[in-house]
């Protein structure tokens, strides 16, 4: 499992356990996060799963794709550089101790 420190719309930091193999979006929900609804279930077409990676961490995520970029770039709360959907992030063992801020809703 890996560990991921989560912070929430009002500021509570947890860390959660997520298992590899599956998405950040998903590892969230499952540990009751309410405020990262996620409402198409993954499939990178709503931004209700926008979360802000930490600086030191946005540089070793997986590449963004077009679907994405555009999705976020028309979010009234879009950080460059920081702004990611976080059913595009795929879990894997080199993200031990990622840290992520879940995004106001649009």
């Keep these: 499992m ?36 996620a409402l198409c279930g993954g499939c990178c077409s709503c931004c209700t799963c926008h979360v802000y990676v930490e600086t030191s961490w946005a540089e070793k995520m997986p590449t963004m794709e077009d679907d994405e970029s555009y999705l976020l770039e028309d979010s009234p709360h879009f950080k460059g550089g920081e702004s990611r959907l976080s059913c595009q992030i795929e879990i894997n063992d080199t993200m031990d101790g990622l840290k992520v801020t879940i995004a106001p809703e649009d």
């Design 2 to 37: 890996v560990k991921v420190v989560v912070t929430d719309t009002a500021g509570e930091e947890r860390t959660i356990e997520a298992e590899e193999g599956i998405s950040l979006m998903e590892s969230i929900r499952e540990n009751d996060f309410d405020d990262l609804p």
